[in-house]
């Protein structure tokens, strides 16, 4: 059990320390981060609406084949199990998309609105931010 406990808290005290050093994401890293995102949500939102379509017209057509009186059930879980694994593709894709999306949008905005201007003098070099 102390184990256990060991291995929980340095691997919350790990995961708080790579939020951290993630929190100072410079604007273009945060704009690729984000548009990797919309693009990852975007293909599996695709590929969840064409399994889903494919299954649903794979299962339709299962039981309604005029030349067959009796259906096979086997395959028609396998068909219902491919529209519910489009189903699911199309569940995390959907959120990814649009997550992405919005604060892909919200990046740019701030980066537009928050100008860097950076400054060498004899001192040092610096940043000033303008708002």
């Given at each position: 059990?102390?184990?256990?406990?060991?291995?929980?808290?340095?691997?919350?005290?790990?995961?708080?320390?790579?939020?951290?050093?993630?929190?100072?994401?410079?604007?273009?890293?945060?704009?690729?981060?984000?548009?990797?995102?919309?693009?990852?949500?975007?293909?599996?939102?695709?590929?969840?609406?064409?399994?889903?379509?494919?299954?649903?017209?794979?299962?339709?057509?299962?039981?309604?084949?005029?030349?067959?009186?009796?259906?096979?059930?086997?395959?028609?879980?396998?068909?219902?199990?491919?529209?519910?694994?489009?189903?699911?593709?199309?569940?995390?894709?959907?959120?990814?998309?649009?997550?992405?999306?919005?604060?892909?949008?919200?990046?740019?905005?701030?980066?537009?609105?928050?100008?860097?201007?950076?400054?060498?003098?004899?001192?040092g070099a610096?940043?000033?931010?303008r708002f």
């Open positions: 059990m102390k184990t256990l406990l060991l291995v929980l808290v340095i691997s919350i005290l790990s995961i708080s320390l790579i939020a951290q050093t993630n929190n100072s994401l410079v604007f273009g890293k945060a704009i690729v981060k984000y548009q990797n995102m919309e693009k990852a949500g975007t293909v599996l939102t695709v590929l969840g609406g064409a399994t889903l379509f494919t299954g649903n017209y794979l299962y339709w057509k299962t039981y309604n084949h005029r030349d067959i009186e009796e259906p096979n059930v086997g395959k028609a879980n396998t068909y219902l199990n491919i529209m519910f694994g489009g189903l699911g593709l199309m569940a995390v894709g959907i959120p990814l998309w649009t997550f992405g999306r919005v604060k892909e949008r919200h990046i740019t905005i701030e980066a537009r609105i928050v100008k860097f201007n950076g400054y060498i003098s004899a001192n610096g940043f000033k931010v």
